[in-house]
């Protein structure tokens, strides 16, 4: 029974405050949308936004790069819920689908990007939206890229100015007066504003970043009234995704860092699956509404043992197990320990799969054992990964598997999923890697039974997380929650495993299969909506009538189709059409 009388609570810390689903691979294909409308069915979505209020935000980045008529973000606007773009969907220009044979350039082909944006306001206008400006390539790098030329700091840093001049114009003549705009300040944005080069509209709010492990980027250049862009989660070579690993102590001290800055216009936090960094999610979500009763100093940490932490881990046990018995302090105190792991303040799980799978590929693919053996003992079975963390994961793992018997039943299989299969995803990383380095040390010396040995051992850790996770989708509602584990790829890196011992055996190796759009395929969804493009929905305002100018070879020498015109050698087939399948200039050999 809900209480009688007026609750307030408030005023937040941070105004705008958003979750970034981002590399959403688990849960795009674990809650992929049957009308393939959307990277997750438009349930999960609804679940997500749920989350969201429920932890006081108000803000959503809908997914990596979604189209910006899909429902998900109707959705969203129906909640309540003000959408948002990232850094290189700009205006929620979805680059990922840029029709081939369509000019990228702004200086070049201006029309054709100012036309893009455009149809992306008008889209979107409808909803309440903080609009991201900026001007970079068709992925997540340097506009020059994909258009060439621009050789100069000065050259690149004005037609910059002018691509973001530009569009913030479209918006105070599409939208209104006073538009919410932002920009994120890293990268060459911010190297070439520090150098004079770029320059921003009065009206956009500048987003700090962090550098995707927690630590905020140039923090004593933090200016009254901007924002910070944060990540507890992150697909890159050697980020966490899977597990945590941003220490709570990393993230009180940023947002306090802004704080005292009076940079707290925005928060927007990567937690790219969600599921796997709910504590850090849940964290920086309470921090970013109210630090007052958190005791927290807001300095940046220099090491990680703060009070503040400890706080955290009883304050999430307890909420999550509550307090009958002492179940709730055990966990905390196991999550204590959890980030004692020293390779946690460098590195996540996915140094893991990154550096196995190309030392393995070293040997079976390239036959270069001796250029393996150097990137294990140079790259990958460093000193970081000494004695006292073995001891220290194989100790988590056993303790994780104890408790788990004393967790309420109704929570344990939510701790096997947050804690138990998190440790069996370092142990298994953290081992099966050791093991591929000493098999590889063995190649050398052409000791091949001992090399065999090596490479069963990983293999049976990967084994066993395997057999971790299982016991989490025993439980229906998280019926094959891994299927989606393409990014990391502890699937596919024990699919390596497989191989290597086929190799040291003698035997055909297993081909691995295609890779092709294996990154991004659960967005693949959009595939077939290029007449639709830059909108997913039919629309008489579709950019089906832009001429994609396209190559195919005749008999002389390949030909490139790029974004800035393409290439060919010698002798090439031009063809001109359009998406809705209209000939221009058909096969004209040039």
Not at 87 to 94: I, P, R, S
Not at 318 to 346: C, D, H, M, P
Request: glycine fraction near 8%.
């Amino acid at each position: 029974m809900v209480p009688s009388g007026t609750f307030t609570d408030g005023p937040p810390l941070f105004e705008h405050r958003a979750l970034f689903t981002n590399d959403e691979d688990l849960l795009g294909h674990f809650g992929a949308d049957p009308l393939e409308e959307s990277v997750f069915s438009i349930t999960i979505w609804d679940k997500i936004y749920e989350a969201l209020l429920r932890l006081k935000m108000n803000h959503i980045l809908v997914g990596t790069v979604p189209l910006p008529d899909e429902r998900s973000l109707d959705l969203a606007a129906k909640r309540g819920v003000i959408v948002g773009d990232h850094h290189f969907n700009l205006l929620g220009l979805d680059t990922f689908r840029w029709p081939t044979g369509v000019p990228y350039s702004f200086g070049r082909s201006k029309e054709v990007l100012e036309w893009m944006w455009k149809a992306n306001i008008n889209a979107q206008k409808k909803r309440e939206t903080i609009w991201s400006v900026g001007y970079r390539g068709l992925n997540d790098h340097p506009f020059w890229y994909d258009d060439p030329g621009y050789n100069t700091d000065k050259e690149r840093g004005a037609l910059m100015t002018m691509a973001i001049a530009n569009q913030s114009a479209l918006l105070h003549k599409m939208v209104g007066d006073k538009p919410k705009q932002i920009t994120f300040f890293w990268a060459e944005a911010s190297e070439l504003y520090y150098k004079g080069d770029l320059k921003f509209p009065e009206g956009v709010t500048l987003i700090w970043t962090d550098d995707g492990s927690g630590h905020v980027v140039a923090p004593d250049k933090v200016i009254p009234g901007s924002g910070l862009y944060y990540h507890v989660a992150m697909y890159s070579s050697e980020a966490n995704q899977l597990t945590e690993g941003i220490h709570p102590t990393l993230i009180s001290g940023s947002i306090g860092h802004m704080a005292k800055k009076k940079a707290t216009s925005y928060m927007i936090l990567n937690v790219s699956d969600l599921r796997p960094v709910l504590m850090t999610t849940w964290w920086a979500a309470k921090l970013v509404w109210d630090m007052a009763g958190q005791a927290i100093n807001g300095v940046l940490p220099q090491t990680w043992q703060e009070p503040e932490a400890t706080q955290c881990f009883k304050d999430w046990a307890t909420l999550q197990y509550g307090n009958s018995g002492n179940v709730a302090n055990l966990v905390a105190e196991w999550w204590e320990n959890y980030f004692r792991i020293g390779y946690l303040t460098k590195v996540g799980e996915n140094f893991f799969p990154t550096w196995m799978n190309t030392i393995i590929n070293a040997i079976v693919i390239f036959d270069a054992p001796a250029a393996a053996a150097q990137f294990a003992k140079k790259d990958a079975c460093t000193p970081l990964f000494n004695k006292a963390a073995q001891e220290l994961v194989t100790e988590l793992m056993t303790n994780a598997t104890k408790l788990e018997a004393q967790v309420p039943l109704d929570r344990k299989s939510f701790f096997q999923f947050h804690s138990t299969v998190q440790i069996a995803t370092q142990k298994a990383g953290l081992f099966g890697m050791l093991n591929v380095c000493a098999a590889a040390e063995a190649v050398v010396k052409k000791d091949v039974t001992s090399a065999k040995h090596y490479v069963s051992l990983a293999m049976a850790e990967f084994e066993s997380l395997f057999a971790e996770r299982r016991k989490v989708e025993q439980n229906p509602r998280w019926n094959a929650m891994w299927i989606g584990d393409h990014l990391a790829g502890f699937q596919r890196t024990a699919q390596n495993l497989f191989r290597f011992s086929q190799y040291l055996d003698k035997q055909e190796v297993t081909p691995m299969g295609s890779l092709e759009n294996w990154y991004y395929h659960f967005y693949d969804y959009q595939c077939d909506r290029t007449k639709q493009y830059p909108l997913f929905y039919d629309s008489q305002g579709a950019a089906d009538f832009l001429v994609r100018v396209t190559c195919s070879t005749q008999g002389s020498g390949p030909c490139y189709d790029k974004p800035y015109g393409g290439s060919f050698i010698k002798e090439a087939v031009l063809n001109m059409t359009t998406a809705g399948g209209y000939t221009s200039m058909p096969g004209v050999s040039i």
